[in-house]
């Protein structure tokens, strides 16, 4: 009788359900290394050494990026007139 208790045993400790196992282990490790991407940073391509404010550094980098936005729209039309 013990034979047949080891023989009913055997197939459920056979290497495929190890192999299927080890699969699904590694498809969880996978799926934990998917990380959310960070949010995307300003980069500052000029640096002030002194005693200014932070305010007092990027003032002159604020107004100079809206002149140039508002250069964009320009152009030499002389309304019509033609030289």
Known sequence: MT???VSRRSP???GKEDLSM????????K???????????MIISREYV?????????I???SE??????AEGDT???EGLSA
């Open 3 to 5: 034979g047949r208790g």
């Open 22 to 29: 080890g699969e699904d282990k590694k498809a969880d490790k």
């Open 50 to 58: 002194g005693t200014q404010t932070v305010t007092e550094a990027f």
């Open 76 to 78: 030499f039309d002389n």
């Open 12 to 14: 459920a400790l056979s």
């Open 31 to 41: 799926r934990k290394r998917i990380v959310p991407k960070a949010p995307v940073q």
């Open 60 to 62: 002159p980098i604020i």
């Open 65 to 70: 990026d809206i002149r140039k936005k508002i």
